[in-house]
């Protein structure tokens, strides 16, 4: 397969990818080459662009031979076969890391002084380059996005050699690629033109996929950290309004989790697009956490919960809006026990893999439509959630996805947590039914 450029192999490799247009994706390009090719595949698929910054560490006598990549977030991997093979010593080795950690930082202040970074945690990332060779930057890059919490990693190219699904190992969960070819000796062999790309090119092409993808999702919520109160403590947590909002969902998190819960942001992103606010807090203080006793304190949690329903109601921004609770595992029998109070008053609420049993008896008590989620692998929590829902007495429905373990870890199975939470708040939050 011959390209006629890096935008002809975007625009094939975002046709390739079309099976994810419509999901939570977030394409990230290596630059500088990858980047005209992800920004035509973030084009194709209606995404968000940002760059995966990763430098190639060369072999002294030969730097187009990559001994190992370095990356953002102090990511950094070593080649030992090419190591073993070109006799490359650590002095080396050393010197050319260092020097490109230096490139490295540049280039980062550079791009990120008028494209911020763009959220990865709980989605999926699309990594895209214009090509594999060693393999080594590629694996870096996997590696940096997993290390931002990306729920779930693409690799995509145009061309790589026949092996290089071996040398990339299990480092993204697929691997996309339009030609392997047997005569493979080097990417540019396979592009009419294969002119090097500047930082000038990389940095228009993100400010124009930043104003292209405004155009098409809208301008960007109102996003900022906040302190709640809850009773005499202060907990950190995160509040997200959509121009126009028209409500908040509160989320309450499982034990040994926190407001940076990838699986709860990325669905609190799912309905921010929907138009509704979220506010992602921590139910405990640090203190607070280190004793497991609070982590399962049922009744504890649930005040909090109240509590920061309180405060939010007071928020200048939120008044007059409905208020949902979004749950999960424990977090999920926190809500409904907070849902059952007087003052609490949600509009809705929804269980994600949750155990609602643990609200035990004020279950009857709940008056707020709720919707549970249990994953279908999951048999236990499905029997106690089916135990629950009988003893509720308002509007409730029990969906369950097919294959989806305790953590929704599969993929596909989180995108359909969001689809199901989403439609259920937008439904009983809309100002007609509050």
Known sequence: MFF?????????????????????VVVLGLPRGGVP???????????????????????????????????????RVINQEVLRDTGVGQADLDRVEAHERE??????ARYRREHALVAVAGRTAVVVDDGVATGSTAKAACLIARARGAARIVLAVPVAPRDFTRRLGGDADELVCLDTPADFFAIGQFYGDFTQVDDEEVTACLRQAARRHDLFAGTGPEDREVEVAAGVVRLSGRLTLPAGATGVVVFAHGSGSSRHSPRNRFVAEGLNRAGLGTLLFDLLTEAEERDRNNVFDIALLAERLV??????REEP?????????????????????AAAEP?????????????????????????????????GADPQVLGLNREAQAR?????????????????????????????????????MAPAHV
């Open 4 to 24: 006629t450029d890096r935008l002809d192999a975007g625009r094939r490799l975002g046709a390739r990818l079309e099976y994810l247009r419509g999901q939570d």
């Open 37 to 75: 090719v992800a920004a035509a595949v973030a084009e194709a698929l209606d995404a968000p662009l940002d760059v995966c910054l990763v430098r190639k560490l060369g072999v002294p006598v030969q730097p187009e031979l990559g001994m190992g990549a370095i990356g953002e977030d102090g990511v």
């Open 103 to 108: 490139v490295l930082a540049q280039r980062a």
């Open 307 to 312: 509590d920061a329903t309180g405060w939010l």
């Open 317 to 337: 921004d939120v008044e007059g809006l409905a208020i949902g609770y979004f749950g999960a595992s424990t977090g999920a029998g926190a809500a409904l026990w």
């Open 343 to 375: 003052s609490a008053r949600p509009a809705a609420v929804v269980s994600r893999g949750g155990r609602p049993d643990l609200a035990g008896p004020r279950l009857p008590a709940v008056t707020a439509p709720t919707l549970l989620i249990v994953g």
């Open 392 to 428: 509720l007495r308002c509007e409730s429905r029990l969906d369950v996805v097919p294959g989806a373990t305790h953590l929704f870890e599969e993929p596909g199975t989180l995108e359909q947590v969001t689809e199901l939470a989403r439609d259920w708040l937008t439904d009983h």
